[in-house]
T-cell receptor
Framework: GDSVTQMEGPVTLSEEACLTI???????????LFWYVQYPGEGLQLLLK?????DKGSNKGFEATYRKETTSFHLEKGSVQVSDSAVYFC??????????FGTGTRLTVIP | ETGVTQTPRHLVMGMTNKKSLKCEQH?????MYWYKQSAKKPLELMFV???????ENNSVPSRFSPECPNSSHLFLHLHTLQPEDSALYLC????????????FGPGTRLTVL
């Protein structure tokens, strides 16, 4: 069935380090792919999205490329900041009303 | 108020209590959702309403009862819950269903004693 597999955390990085959080999905058809972020005490916010193969979503210095051949949508940032500390969720929707989420990866950035 | 709001933010209840969670969206959206977020588990979609009609019920126990009186408001009525129902309950909305971006509220942290 449809599912998302996301890198388990927690991840701890020093400020200005590079970040990669892996995400792969299993789905039929052509899903839309998303990264959501949840800051402490808040709900989820859409960070970026891609709706077709080879699309690159980007926002706040984060990027992810829709790779249909590897069914992946890895999240990357070249230089993380303390303010990036949060939980990151990979998600996809195959259509209809269903949004499938990964388990989340907690990122802590230390000064 | 803007975006998606949820009340209360925190709720503690006994197993015999009846309580309700409220969600309100100020975005003019037509689809609303309830999710359950438990530690170390993926978000679980519970219910979906599209134009006030329930279109999805992901095998949720009957002790959770949703209500959508209009496209801006969504309730989750709770009764005779179990301790394992303790979780963060998130409400979301989107313009339509399908692949539209979902906007989330801050959640209600529920503890069942």
């Amino acid at each position: 069935g449809d599912s998302v597999t996301q890198m388990e955390g927690p991840v701890t990085l020093s400020e200005e380090a590079c970040l990669t959080i892996n995400c792969t999905y299993t789905a039929t058809g052509y899903p839309s792919l998303f990264w959501y972020v949840q800051y402490p005490g808040e709900g989820l916010q859409l960070l970026l999205k891609a709706t077709k193969a080879d699309d690159k979503g980007s926002n706040k210095g984060f990027e992810a490329t829709y790779r249909k051949e590897t069914t992946s949508f890895h999240l990357e940032k070249g230089s993380v900041q303390v303010s990036d500390s949060a939980v990151y969720f990979c998600a996809f929707t195959p259509g209809a009303n269903n949004l499938f989420f990964g388990t989340g990866t907690r990122l802590t950035v230390i000064p | 108020e803007t975006g998606v709001t949820q009340t209360p933010r925190h709720l503690v209840m006994g197993m015999t209590n009846k309580k309700s969670l409220k969600c309100e969206q100020h975005l003019g959206h037509n689809a609303m959702y309830w999710y359950k977020q438990s530690a170390k588990k993926p978000l679980e979609l519970m219910f979906v309403y599209n134009f006030k009609e329930q279109t999805e019920n992901n095998s949720v126990p009957s002790r959770f009862s949703p209500e959508c009186p209009n496209s801006s408001h969504l309730f989750l009525h709770l009764h005779t819950l179990q301790p394992e129902d303790s979780a963060l309950y998130l409400c979301a909305s989107s313009q339509e269903g399908g692949q539209d971006e979902q906007f989330f509220g801050p959640g209600t942290r529920l503890t069942v004693l």
